[in-house]
T-cell receptor, first 114, second 114 residues
Framework: DAGITQSPRHKVTETGTPVTLRCHQT?????MYWYRQDPGHGLRLIHY???????DKGEVSDGYSVSRSKTEDFLLTLESATSSQTSVYFC?????????????FGQGTRLTVV | AQSVSQHNHHVILSEAASLELGCNYS??????LFWYVQYPGQHLQLLLK??????LVKGIKGFEAEFIKSKFSFNLRKPSVQWSDTAEYFC????????????FGGGTRLMVKP
């Protein structure tokens, strides 16, 4: 398995509180991604990063922000958590921009907003 | 509407039955196609991928998929399923003008009865 660690693995938080999820990789891959997984929707891209301090929005970025101060760490922040953000969050990494590069996924973080 | 469609949301099969899971996409131009599997409680793992060449792609654990360009389809098949194939299966598409981002279908949950 690729060296991807997500923390925490499970979290319950209250509506309106900020939450930060961490993705740590040991593969030195340039690209990192945050997806959310919801029944019937598959995985949807929230934000991605193509280098240190270089990030961009994905399909469902509203209510989320990201930061990447080091190659190995990609943080996802829910600025003010809402119940609609209850989901399983997956981090992924890939080596390059080219289309024939495989993406590797972390174990996921199950977030419940009550 | 989703750009990657998996029409079967839930499939129940007995062991040794044949499997075919549908995947259709709605993009023109060059695409790269993937099937990922998620076993219960685990992260996504790559089953197989198509970039170019032979449209019949063989993956791990006896799975294969056929790319039919005229039908915008990339269906997953296995001639004889096992109980251990119980998992959720995701089709994903990478478009040549979309950086290095994958768009996922909604997933198909497969249950194989022993």
């Amino acid at each position: 398995d690729a060296g991807i660690t997500q923390s925490p693995r499970h979290k319950v938080t209250e509506t309106g509180t900020p939450v930060t999820l961490r993705c740590h990789q040991t593969e030195n891959h340039r690209y990192m991604y945050w997806y959310r997984q919801d029944p019937g929707h598959g995985l949807r891209l929230i934000h991605y990063s193509y280098g240190v301090k270089d990030t961009d929005k994905g399909e469902v970025s509203d209510g989320y922000s990201v930061s990447r101060s080091k190659t190995e760490d990609f943080l996802l922040t829910l600025e003010s958590a809402t119940s609609s953000q209850t989901s399983v969050y997956f981090c992924a990494i890939s080596e390059s921009r080219t289309a024939n590069t495989e993406a590797f996924f972390g174990q996921g973080t199950r977030l419940t907003v009550v | 509407a989703q750009s990657v469609s998996q029409h079967n949301h839930h499939v129940i099969l007995s062991e040794a039955a044949s499997l075919e899971l549908g995947c259709n996409y709605s993009y023109g131009g060059t695409v790269n196609l993937f099937w990922y599997v998620q076993y219960p409680g685990q992260h996504l793992q790559l089953l197989l991928k198509y970039f170019s060449g032979d449209p019949l792609v063989k993956g791990i654990k006896g799975f294969e998929a056929e790319f039919i360009k005229s039908k915008f389809s990339f269906n997953l098949r296995k001639p004889s399923v096992q109980w251990s194939d119980t998992a959720e299966y995701f089709c994903a598409v990478h478009r040549d003008n979309a950086g290095n981002m994958l768009t996922f279908g909604g997933g198909t949950r497969l249950m194989v009865k022993p």
